[in-house]
Structures are given as structure tokens and as C-alpha cells.
């Protein structure tokens, strides 16, 4: 039995979390592997590591930068085992090194299996947060899939609801 074209595009979607430090990543985490579990498609997260400043002490600087990479990838690994149980699959890992929108506009342009940008708000009314404003803002022309944006204090009942 040949597979149709429909069921080859809903699991080939993929669905990029960006992976910060906001408590809001949770949110749009399990908004992803919903989506990808209940409607087909796989998640892929993306770590960006902001760069080390240069310092007189090269050597200083180069294992800052070390460290930060391990941190990700530490970090990457536990989220992994998150969407592991969520969606069944395992996520496809992106560490890169860079300014986060940078890196971000990078990704979507080098990965053209990337379909949806899935993103949450910053919770407690504190404005959509720096990288929505400037995607949907100055960037919004260099955006080359659509974008999900998850409201960051929605809870788990209803993110199940709404995927």
C-alpha cells in the first residue's frame, strides 16, 4: 500500500521550539508535541548560544564558550526525553552559536523540512517578549514559515483542548 501525498506532508511537518531560559518554552514545548503527536510531524528544538565577549584571556573565553555548549546540549537531552514521551519520536537537536534571531532566520532558511515556528508569549502581561516583537516587527519579512504564537500562560488542560 503506497502512502498518499497528504499523509507523507503531515509526517514530514516539523515543529521548531526555540529553546530559552523563559519559564513560557514549557508552554510552547508541549504546545509542539501535541500538535506533532495528534496531527503527525516531528519537533525539533533549537539552542542558541549567545557568544562568549572577548576578553584579554583567550583561553578564559574559549572555555566559557565550552561550558555554555555543554550546558545546551545537558539541556537539549532532558527536553529530549520530554517529547519522547509526548510524541513517541525523538526530536531532532540544533545547537548553534550566534545571536538568537540570527540564528533562528539562519535555520529556517538552511532546513526546508522546518514548517512551523512555534513560539509562547511571556506570561504575566509583560508584552510578547523580545523575539516575537522582533519577528513579527523589524523581521517579519525574513520569516520563511508561518509562525504559532502559544499565549505562555495557558496550562496544560488547555493546551490538550486547543491541539
Not at 12 to 19: Q, S
Not at 51 to 66: C, D, K, L, T, Y
Not at 126 to 151: D, H, N, Q, Y
Amino acid at each position: 500500500m503506497t502512502e498518499d501525498g497528504t499523509e507523507k506532508a503531515r509526517r514530514d511537518r516539523v515543529f521548531l521550539v526555540v529553546v530559552d531560559d523563559s519559564p513560557e518554552r514549557a508552554v510552547a514545548l508541549r504546545y509542539a508535541c501535541l500538535r506533532a503527536a495528534k496531527g503527525g510531524g516531528r519537533v525539533t528544538l533549537l539552542r542558541v548560544v549567545e557568544p562568549v565577549e572577548q576578553s584579554e584571556w583567550a583561553g578564559i573565553g574559549s572555555m566559557m564558550q565550552e561550558e555554555r555548549r555543554e550546558e545546551a546540549e545537558a539541556l537539549l537531552a532532558g527536553l529530549a526525553a520530554q517529547v519522547k514521551e509526548l510524541t513517541g519520536g525523538m526530536p531532532m537537536l540544533v545547537i548553534r552559536e550566534g545571536r538568537m534571531a540570527d540564528e533562528l532566520l539562519a535555520l529556517l532558511d538552511e532546513d526546508p523540512r522546518i514548517s512551523i515556528l512555534v513560539l509562547a508569549t511571556s506570561a504575566g502581561g509583560k508584552g510578547p517578549g523580545p523575539l516575537i516583537t522582533a519577528l513579527t516587527g523589524r523581521l517579519a519579512g525574513k520569516m520563511t514559515v508561518p509562525m504559532t504564537i502559544v499565549p505562555g500562560e495557558m496550562s496544560e488542560a488547555e493546551l490538550d483542548r486547543v491541539t
